[in-house]
């Protein structure tokens, strides 16, 4: 039988400042899956007290950033005026359109202590018509996503729809986030439920499919969605994630993802020039920022 697994992508290092995260989108043989662009593994990382996430206001257009913690906690800050902090399992959703500009730094609680970081970043496509859209920002709690429990395997919708399930983040195009986590090893088929393309991680633990096993630091991607089924291993926590392709493809430069490579530069420059108008300031965090790169720095490859 031939294998469901078309891709296997290993998590490679990326350096964000003064922290390190295990990139898992984009790959140059593998720039999207569904309206995925961009994920970020963070940590697990234990911060010394002197160490703290700082990451200093910077810009986005033409996609929705999805933040979700395992562990730990980040103060998010944006041009819309909402500061809120990040706990674990909350959803933080914020969808940039033509322009918005957000921080993302330690709580200040928190900054003289040891503390954990960890999680996902996700960076999720508009589709064409609401790329030059208004900004807008949502806060999710853990109570209100989806979770249920299935033959001794717990699931937890986080995005999207599935089955007759669908999360509360208001998502902008059909798409799924899906965690399954397992105590014992278990068959787990769930293809029927997927759609468009479809994307794997395995946090912890491994998972065995047609024979051949799977661990962390790897991203899998399947050749069709619908024939999606596995074993897990025991104890193991994994992610589902993806959905229908865009028609056009999105191009990406630095903080920015766009169909259209005009809009890319025009980005490019106003947040070189702080055109206050098109990214207005944070309240509250508005004595720095990360400035334009001024290298080709392109996240496609």
């Known amino acids: 039988m031939q294998s469901n697994v078309g891709l296997i992508l290993e998590e490679k290092a990326a350096d964000i400042g ?7 989108l984009p790959f140059r043989h593998k720039r999207a899956v569904g309206p995925f662009v961009f994920i ?5 990382a234990c911060l010394e007290s002197y160490k703290n996430l700082d990451v200093p206001p910077h810009p986005h257009i033409g996609l929705s950033t999805l933040t979700y913690l395992f562990e730990g906690a980040i103060f998010h800050r944006d041009s819309l005026g909402n500061a809120i902090e990040i706990k674990p399992g909350e959803v933080n ?3 940039a359109g033509k322009g918005v500009v957000h921080s993302e730094r330690t709580p200040e609680y928190l900054r003289q202590k040891d503390k954990f970081l960890h999680g ?5 496509g508009l589709p064409k018509e609401l790329e030059q859209s208004d900004p807008s920002f949502y806060h999710i709690s853990k109570e209100d996503i989806p979770t249920w429990d299935e033959h001794d395997v717990s699931y937890k919708l986080i995005a999207g729809k599935l089955g007759d399930k669908t999360s509360p983040v208001p998502v902008h195009s059909p798409l799924y986030f899906l965690e399954i986590k397992t105590q014992s090893a278990q068959k787990i088929k769930i293809g029927d439920q997927l759609y468009g393309e479809v994307g794997m991680y395995v946090l912890e633990g491994s998972i065995t499919i047609e024979n051949n096993t799977y661990g962390t630091k790897q991203l899998l ?5 619908t024939l999606c089924e596995f074993e897990t291993n025991g104890e193991t926590t994994l992610y589902l994630f993806g959905g229908e392709p865009f028609e056009e493809e999105r191009f990406m430069f630095w903080n920015f993802v766009n169909s259209d490579k005009t809009v890319l530069e025009h980005a490019k420059a106003n947040w070189k020039e702080q055109n206050l108008e098109a990214f207005p300031k944070i309240p509250g965090d508005s004595e720095e920022y990360v ?3 001024e290298y080709k720095f392109n996240r496609n490859n």
């Open 40 to 44: 970020d593994h963070m940590g697990p």
């Open 291 to 293: 400035p334009l790169p």
């Open 221 to 225: 991607i399947a050749k069709e969605a």
């Open 93 to 95: 959703w914020m969808t």
């Open 120 to 124: 996902l970043q996700i960076w999720i």
């Open 18 to 24: 003064n922290f390190m995260v295990g990139r898992l």
